[in-house]
């Protein structure tokens, strides 16, 4: 499993940011798919994850980050509007993820984008 992100970037507040994330290895029929971001300082924090029976957004961004797929190309994105200064971090895209005793969890991580949101 490969997973290899792009996108990341200096936005400002309010405005927009589309991560990609290349997969190989794998279907997305065979792993759940979806993000993680880390601030420093502070613990990962699990974005999102869908498989084919649901989806999970955090709290913290449901409303403003919508997650996707083209199965054709292989490839994963996270659409992120509205962003907020809170929003930085260094996002990974993740394969295999589950919502496990009240938080997510997952197997595969890419390398990590950086994200970073100025006020």
């Known amino acids: 499993v490969q997973l290899v992100e792009s996108g990341g970037g200096l936005a400002q507040a309010g405005g927009s940011l589309r991560l990609s994330c290349a997969a190989s290895?794998?279907?997305?029929?065979?792993?759940?798919i979806g993000w993680f971001r880390q601030a420093p300082g502070k613990e990962a924090e699990g974005v999102s994850c869908?498989?084919?029976?649901?989806?999970y957004f955090a709290d913290s961004v449901k409303g403003r980050f919508t997650i996707s797929s083209d199965n054709d190309k292989n490839m994963v994105y996270l659409q992120m509007n509205s962003l907020k200064p809170e929003d930085s971090a260094v996002y990974y895209c993740?394969?295999?993820?589950?919502?496990?005793?009240?938080?997510?969890?997952?197997?595969?991580w890419g390398q990590g984008t950086q994200v970073t949101v100025s006020s």
């Open positions: 993740v394969a295999d993820c589950s919502f496990r005793g009240g938080r997510l969890w997952s197997t595969y």
């Open positions: 290895g794998f279907t997305f029929d065979d792993y759940s």
């Open positions: 869908s498989s084919e029976i649901s989806t």
